[in-house]
């Protein structure tokens, strides 16, 4: 994935095709039905999805920000915001505006992408039938990606007692085509989103091929669909989904946890990754959480109570350092290093947790698993593990990585004084968007 060298925000869920910063006031609407030559041809359809890619790879989504700001809403202590931008000071101090533009951002670039994606699935037939699986497969993958992450923010955690009625995102299947399409759209609900989002990732993987240079193939798509399993409490499917991915053996992990970060090029450990070069790309993990030094703000510290939670021996405290008396990661001390999205090692934990949970070794025990990033961290292997080493271990293993909000929510957890279901912890709807489109009804406590 390559982020483009100019971006121009819209309000609404109006994806506009950008190919230049100039004349902004005379751009027609981008995949709309005066641009149609360029969807009405199997080149054309193919640029589209590499646009698609553009757009999930902005700063909001997958350049970083969608990590940075679950870890956080979430921090509880362990890391402290100590930059000067007011967006993410808010996130930090779970006191969010309803201006706020991070969180306008991903609302914005998610639905930009999934306009992007749905303008690929709608003209499908042109592209070349040897390719139209996979095109088609790529497309529905972003597709539900970017419903996941705007479900998970802006929605309550999945719960099958209230999800029906509790309000999360709208869904978007069709592409916007001209002006008024897909305004006054309604908020659809936590479980309408996530059985879309499952619909499309299942479909995904059975198009996707194995193999698929650095874009989303059928692996990814089973990675996510773990993720999202794991993220609804839904233990059997999770498990089932991150076992294919481990049983396909594509991938493995890298000899010393180091080896995972600050790469120019994948490691036998991605499943997938943004990617980043001197000309092209967006790393905001490494804008914020590296310092000077290596291209970043030092925005990011650090506490104690985090390094407390590792052994001494534990050879991932190798990539913690120290600058002005202050602790800093160094798994994104590179600006231009590749930013790792989804790797195997969450995958092995994902499935210890879940055969743990159900009282079952589908794939391997849950010793097995946990041992592959235990052992690596330089210990001896465990005989027996409980579920509270597993998620010690996840803990450990994918700190700040974005995983730390999701974790909480889905594991019932507090974030300071507040419960994992309190109103601060879901982003507001974006007020330009409630301004424009009054279907939008504003999350409680806004």
């Known amino acids: 994935m390559k982020k483009a060298t100019c971006k121009i925000f819209f309000t609404a869920i109006i994806a506009l095709s950008i190919t230049s910063c100039k004349d902004i006031l005379n751009l027609e609407p981008a995949q709309s039905l005066s641009n149609e030559s360029a969807l009405d041809n199997d080149e054309g359809v193919k640029q589209a999805l590499i646009g698609a890619y553009d757009n999930f790879s902005q700063s909001s989504l997958a350049g970083g920000e969608m990590l940075r700001n679950a870890e956080l809403l979430g921090g509880d202590g362990e890391i402290l915001w100590v930059g000067t931008f007011t967006e993410p000071r808010e996130i930090f101090n779970r ?4 201006n706020n533009g991070d969180v306008t951002g991903l609302w914005v670039d998610a639905y930009e992408c999934i306009n992007s994606a749905n303008n690929v699935i709608n003209a499908i037939d042109v592209v070349l039938p040897a390719d139209q699986d996979r095109v088609r497969g790529e497309a529905l993958a972003l597709r539900a990606w970017c419903h996941f992450e705007l479900t998970r923010m802006f929605g309550k955690q999945y719960d099958p007692a209230s999800s029906t009625t509790d309000p999360a995102v709208p869904i978007i299947l069709m592409p916007t085509l001209a002006s008024g399409d897909n305004v006054e759209t309604v908020r659809n609900t936590v479980e309408e989103n996530y059985t879309q989002i499952i619909a499309d990732l299942t479909l995904a993987e059975s198009l996707l091929p194995e193999k698929n240079d650095e874009y989303i193939n059928k692996f990814t798509a089973a990675a ?9 409490e839904n233990y059997a499917a999770a498990l089932d989904a991150a076992d294919r991915v481990i049983a396909s053996n594509d991938y493995e992990l890298n000899t ?7 790469q120019d090029d994948n490691t036998d450990e991605d499943i997938f990754v943004t990617q980043i070069s001197e000309l092209d790309g967006t790393n905001v993990m490494n804008t914020y959480f590296s310092i000077n030094d290596f291209g970043g703000r030092a925005d990011i510290e650090i506490e104690p109570e985090h390094l407390a939670l590792y052994d001494p021996a534990d050879l991932r405290l190798g990539l913690f350092y120290e600058d002005g008396g202050t602790t800093y990661t160094g798994k994104f001390n590179s600006e231009f290093g590749n930013l790792s999205i989804i790797r195997v090692a969450e995958m092995y934990l994902i499935r210890a947790e879940c055969n743990i949970r159900l009282g079952s070794a589908v794939g391997a025990s849950p010793e097995d698993d946990y041992n592959m990033t235990h052992t690596r961290a330089g210990f001896a292997p465990e005989g027996s593990v409980t ?14 990585e974005g995983f730390k909000i999701h974790d909480i929510k889905r594991l019932h957890g507090v974030v300071g004084t507040m419960n994992y279901d309190d109103n601060k912890l879901v982003y507001p709807i974006p007020q330009s968007e409630i301004e424009i489109n009054p279907e939008l009804v504003q999350n409680p406590g806004y």
């Open 224 to 232: 996510l669909l773990a993720r999202v399993y794991l993220q609804m």
């Open 95 to 98: 006191d969010i505006l309803v």
């Open 256 to 262: 010393e946890y180091a080896e995972v970060f600050n």
């Open 387 to 400: 579920l509270d080493d597993v998620l010690l271990e996840r803990r450990l293993e994918l700190a700040f």
